[in-house]
């Protein structure tokens, strides 16, 4: 083995260690992760109905739904359901790396371990965006498919693979079709270790893009994905002129300074290895693609005000792809092994001390519902409707608070559990609604009949009580 490749499979352990760090943040921050936002509605649906819970055609989350659900039959405990479910998400991306690791892809396994800390902070805690699944599966999908074509295995074999295996990982998010378009040009550009033969290229190719393409059209007619996907599609040149003096954009390249500033030294670095190189097809694809990826994400959100830091930087994540694989393929095979594992070391060190300082914020959202669980009890309450505009900005994607609460009341063991919401406007019309006996949840109401009675119960004796936090506390 030369030394070039050596780096890399020393970096690879880097990888596959700081992806068990992930692992292990992740049981120890379980109430966190798994009692918050998207992952807390997936987890209660998906116990409480039986059945998987796939929003948006997005298949490829069979994989983490699938603990909760079959946990949930063996009826399992709700702190096991839950801190299982937290793991699933980080052990499933540890397992593609290291079969990554097992092909002799020691480049993706080091690239698909930055792009889970590159911009990621507060992101870590917002288990369930679909996108971080997709990219695990996009490197078993190009893993898998060069491994294939290394090895000579026919090519209507290799297709067998590559079909399903490109489906997957395109339809568990649409934003995946970014980096996934990204990587396949680079690497055909790039050619090194490219196994397929020109005809090849022009049929996996095209396979890819049909399936692309048949995903936006699908995405299209998606509630939430065809909501984003609509300011994209109908751009105008005044709307790509205003990029840079947009909030959002000018509020990223600023968290590249402060935040993510690592990041931007691997950039750098990354650059300037394509230009040492003369590597400049693949410098001006990387340049076009930062460009463009800063576009639409300023096109797609641009228009939205005070998204919150772990929504954003789950949207921004996939753009470490183009940041980083100059800095894979190019930079750390150039330099001694013992760099290249220090360089990595020190990458990752610092975005994990980013992701740790991002923990209080959600373990004071933790302590937030536990106080008022607790005070809910000594007032003999058991729904409990927060009228208390302040707190949503305090605590950002409060709408899955009713699946939140009902889960850590059954984690807490109270029987009957006990709920609540923050009040909104038609907060009056929608306890009518109720009456004693339904539960609000996030987008309707649940009747008893509908509850798992193995796990979940809401008290039908009394209607929800309106008030607000300072007469709860009272």
Not at 69 to 87: D, E, T, V
Request: positive net charge; hydrophobic residues 50%; contains cysteine.
């Amino acid at each position: 083995m030369n030394e070039n490749k050596q780096g890399l499979k020393y970096c690879s352990v880097v990888a596959l260690l700081s992806l068990l760090l992930l692992l292990l943040g992740a049981i120890f921050y379980y109430r966190e992760r798994a009692l918050f936002s998207d992952a807390a509605y997936i987890a209660f649906n998906t116990v409480n109905n039986g059945k998987f819970y796939i929003q948006e055609l997005r298949f490829g989350s069979f994989i983490t739904q699938g603990v909760p659900l079959i946990m949930g039959k063996l009826h399992f405990s709700i702190q096991a359901i839950l801190l299982a479910y937290s793991a699933s998400f980080n052990l499933f991306f540890l397992f593609i790396a290291v079969l990554l690791v097992v092909m002799r892809r020691f480049d993706f396994a080091v690239l698909m371990g930055l792009y889970y800390f590159l911009f990621v902070s507060a992101s870590y805690f917002w288990t369930n965006n679909e996108i971080h699944q997709a990219v695990a599966w996009m490197f078993l999908f190009f893993g898998t498919t060069i491994y294939l074509g290394n090895k000579k295995v026919s090519f209507p074999l290799q297709l067998i693979a590559f079909i399903p295996l490109a489906s997957i990982t395109v339809f568990t998010h649409f934003l995946v079709t970014v980096p996934c378009t990204f990587l396949w040009v680079y690497l055909v550009l790039g050619k090194a270790n490219w196994p397929f033969s020109r005809k090849q290229t022009i049929i996996l190719s095209t396979v890819l893009a049909i399936l692309v393409l048949v995903k936006f059209i699908l995405s299209i007619m998606q509630p939430y994905d065809g909501s984003h996907l609509q300011d994209p599609t109908h751009a105008t040149l005044r709307d790509l002129l205003s990029t840079f003096s947009n909030p959002l954009v000018t509020g990223f390249l600023k968290g590249c300074i402060t935040n993510y500033w690592i990041t931007t030294l691997v950039y750098a670095t990354s650059i300037i290895a394509l230009i040492q190189t003369r590597k400049f097809k693949l410098l001006s694809w990387v340049l076009a693609c930062t460009l463009a990826y800063i576009v639409a994400m300023k096109l797609t959100f641009g228009g939205y005000k005070d998204v919150p830091l772990f929504y954003i930087e789950s949207e921004w994540a996939s753009l470490a792809i183009v940041v980083a694989s100059p800095f894979v393929f190019s930079f750390l095979p150039r330099i001694k092994p013992y760099k290249a594992v220090l360089v990595l070391v020190l990458v990752i060190a610092v975005r994990l001390a980013y992701i740790l300082n991002a923990a209080p914020e959600f373990e004071e959202r933790t302590r937030f519902k536990e106080r008022i669980l607790a005070q809910m009890e000594k007032k003999n309450i058991t729904k409990l409707a927060l009228a208390d505009s302040s707190l949503n900005e305090k605590y950002p994607g409060a709408w899955s608070l009713p699946d939140e609460t009902i889960l850590l009341s059954a984690l807490r063991g109270d029987k009957p559990q006990k709920v609540f919401l923050l009040a909104g406007t038609d907060i009056e019309g929608q306890l009518r609604d109720a009456g004693n006996r339904d539960m609000i949840d996030c987008y309707w109401h649940i009747s008893p009949a509908h509850m798992h009675v193995f796990y979940f119960s809401v008290d039908t004796t009394k209607p929800y009580e309106i008030m607000t936090t300072g007469e709860l506390f009272k």
